[in-house]
């Protein structure tokens, strides 16, 4: 330690404070490669895979790859799996791809398959190796180790058999198939639907080539009147389509997911070229996904899909999303998972999804213009009265109710007024509904507006024989971040989100009218273009999306609810965001999750390495070092761990804690500030004047000044984070200073003039000075008073507030000393030249007197002439000369008297004093005149 010391002492202290810094940063990168290998354990050789086995060069299985590449993204900017992040490995579906996976033992999940063969072939495989498998295929019979994402057959065939006869009334049917018994489950029961109601399939037509397909359209084309169900492979659904639209047929087209899926649209565009959109409208097909209908993750996972791949996805891309989730969960096909197609729950490894109607427009495929919903089983219901009524449907074992779609679109004019302290934003927009039947927007209950919305008079109204159309214009303020949606700190989330207050989801479902505003990507990009949000407001639109989705809602008693369903009621809601991001680059903007941990390290190894050279004072030059290790270090600590547990807060803990550490976070930079300066005051100033003035400081006057820091530092807080008005604070504190200010204002102001006069130093102890009217010696300097030996004997205690204010001579101060002279009188009739000889003798042997042989300071000798002094007529001689101070102008005068007395005895010559203050020497004859 000894060592330490003196090396920390030696005069190249530069050299050594370079050295404490690089080895902080040597240790500190040691440190953090240590924890990052040990501690987070993410090495890329290591890191777990997700395998997804598809055709890989067909669109369904780029579908798949591309959907489950959008969640490894995801699930690695939230961190990782157990902090270690997550690689995607694509194997081709072929024989072998189950033991090629296997062999690879960082594969901890696998979701794939479209081939059902290769995929009961490779199960046990995945069984054995105890690996979790998700497939989009419906499983027959169920597989060990495998979970199911797919639809039924027979219920979507059924499902699209009660769509066409009874909402489209389609009662002359035609089916089309591909052959092989994997299509039964897909026609039999659509057949066997028809057949119930009395109005059988008119005729099914089985294509395997192209023998068959060119009999299929010379007989569809004589018919004109019906439609047409197919029940085939995408591929060869969309050539189907193609041949039949070719031909000037008009028949409507149903289809199961195969016709919605994006396989069917590239083929079908490759066929048709830009005809493909024609052919495509009007065609109704059952999807597991509409994203008209869906909710907001899934409406950002389209906007993400469409930025990454510049593509939309289809329902294939989207199970594979959740099927990662599922198939990473633990547990899958155990638990229920919400995922981005809503919450997905298992029956014996086959998940429980709905399914919908989807309808053509162009190359869009939206919501169709009514959804069937299931009633809830157990629930008390009049279902035969109601099935009269044509309110609901019996299909798949079930009642559904038929349930009407009101499309919604939005276009925001401005964002503005965004408060973060109140979290509101005033919103202009417009909001417009198209619908069937009766509606009205008076009836909304808008659920994040401060104030209650009228809905008018509408900006635009049309209608039709089927169709209305209402527009409306509103601005008013919101309430920021009314969804649970996850987002960044320091981000907040701007829009509108309503629901029906009467009408729930048996009579009414939103779906967002894709067709009539830009959604997805597109919405993003016409925000952005059209400046809703202002240059100057501080804020960035960072994403926008339209959802919808069902929430349950207390029925408080009402007689349409009651005895309804046997549950709460679903309401449909319908919202609009708009992610808004702080226009200034803020520390997680440029700095990832994981960096805030090694800056945490090397924040604390230097302020460590501070303390210890605090502990052992080694004087004033690491002072100043050890205050710049925290000026530099401690707000690495603060940003590092501030923004660790923020993110923490706000992924895990309720948005009131995180708001709660927000404030802290905040609070504490003004306070770390307050602190630093503290320590700067008391280092940089207290210290050195210490020991310039060789006392201690007041503890008062430190006390008081650190009072005053930190109070301006509570006043930023208050002001600044807090965002609240100083005054009253101020005119409180005003008035308690005043007071206090005025009981002690003669104590500060001594204490004040103190610090001055330390710092200026007009004289020090030992001084000669006079002050005002006193002349002696300085004693004493303390914080209060100086204490003057004066020249009368006593000591004299003067106010420093007094002294700094008074008038002041130092003499001991002089750099050329003090001027002194000493008279002589001497008869006329002497010989000047004699008298001046002696006094320039008696000069230079004087010690006290001072610049002998300084030509401009020298002393002088002069002969001033007659003088009459006291009556009589003497003549008079000057000897001019410097001391040291003035304290030794008496010694000086006494040593040039001691010297000529003893020359003028010595030549006959007496000595008298004369009246009038000097002492005179007057010879006898003189005296005797």
Known sequence: MNTLNQVLQNQKKWKTFGVILVLIVVVGTVLSLLTRAFLMRDNAETRPRLAVVSSLNSPSGIALKQGAELYVENINKQGGINGRQLELLSVDETSDAAANVVDDKRVVGVIGYLDAAKLRAAAPVYARAKLPMVTPLR????????????????????????????????????????????????????IDVYQRFDTPVQKVWTVSGNLEMKELIEEIGKIDVGAIYIATRPELAARIVHEIRSTGNLLEVFGPSQLASDAFRQELKKLAGKDATIQNHGIIAATPVLFDTANDEAQRFQTRYQQKFNASPDWLATYAYDAAQ????????????????????????????????????????????????????????????????????????????????????????????????????????????????????????ILNAVEPVKFDKPEESKESEDVQYRRYRIKQTFRLNFTQDKRAYGYNIAGISFRHRLLNRNNLMYVVDVLGMPTGNALLDDLQRRRVVKSDSGWLVDNAWVSQDMVRERGDGAPQYVGMTGEQPMFSTITMGVQLKPETITARDIIAGEYFIYMAIFGLLGVVVASMLDIRKLGRYWAVQSWLLRLIFWPMILLSIGNLIIDWSFTNWAPSTTRTLVTIYDSLWWLVGARLADIAVRRFIWTPLEDRAGRKVPNVMKVMVTILIFTLAIAGIISVVMNQTLTSLLATSGVLVMVIGLAIQANIANIFSGIILNIERPFRVGDFIKINNVIGQVKDITWRTVRVESSDGPIVSLANSKVSEAFMENYSAAPNGVSGETMFYLPSDIDPEIVKKIISDAIAKAKSIEFKDDPANAPSVRFKGIDNVVGRWVASYSAGYRVKHMGMKSKAKEELWFYVRQQFIEQGIPLEPASGGEISIVPDKLKQA
């Open 139 to 190: 499983l027959a019979a169920p597989m060990a180790g495998v979970t199911s994402m797919g639809i039924d057959p027979r219920e979507e065939a059924r499902f699209v058999a009660n769509y066409a006869r009874n909402i489209q009334q389609q009662r002359l049917m035609y089916v089309v198939r591909e052959g092989g018994t994997e299509f039964d489950p897909l026609v039999e029961p659509f």
């Open 326 to 445: 599922i198939a990473l969960s633990g547990k899958p096909g155990g638990v229920t998972v919400k995922g981005i197609t809503g919450e997905v729950s298992f029956v014996g490894g086959q998940a429980q999804l709905p399914i919908q109607m989807g309808i053509y427009n162009g190359d869009s495929l939206i919501s169709a213009p009514v959804q069937l919903l299931p009633i809830a089983k157990g629930a008390n219901f009049n279902y035969m009265d109601a099935l009269r009524q044509g309110r609901v449907l019996f299909v798949n074992d079930r009642f559904m109710f038929k349930t009407n779609v009101v499309y919604v679109g939005f276009t925001v004019n401005d964002i503005s007024n965004v408060d973060k302290q109140k979290e509101t934003a005033t919103l202009d927009m417009s909001i417009w509904f198209r619908y069937r039947g009766k509606f009205d927007p008076q009836d909304l209950e």
